[in-house]
């Protein structure tokens, strides 16, 4: 009645090389979070009086990451067309 299609493979689905780069860019934002850096904001001050501290780095974030996005579309163009012109 119904034909219900075969699903495929998870090696099908995913591929190795996009699940690395997922992988490595949350690593990236990790690693960059832990970072000690950029300015502290004071936050509003609470029932006990005190203000709670933040640090400010997405300012940081963003230029680490656009820096590193360059560098890997540069990469990344590169292998592609040594890839095309060997072909």
């Known amino acids: 009645m119904f034909h ?5 493979s998870w090696s099908e689905l995913l591929d190795p090389n996009a699940v690395l780069i997922y992988v490595g860019w949350f690593v990236w934002q990790l690693l960059l979070a832990a970072l000690p850096a950029g300015t502290i904001a004071y936050g509003l001050p609470l029932k ?3 203000q709670l501290q ?5 300012e940081l974030h963003f230029r ?3 820096i590193m996005n360059c560098q890997e579309f ?3 163009t590169a292998i592609t067309f ?4 060997s072909d």
Do not use: Q, V
Request: charge should be neutral.
């Open 54 to 58: 933040y640090r400010c780095n997405g």
């Open 82 to 85: 040594t890839d095309l012109s």
């Open 74 to 76: 540069e990469i990344l």
């Open 64 to 66: 680490c990451s656009f």
């Open 4 to 8: 219900i299609p075969a699903l495929p």
């Open 48 to 50: 006990s009086g005190k």
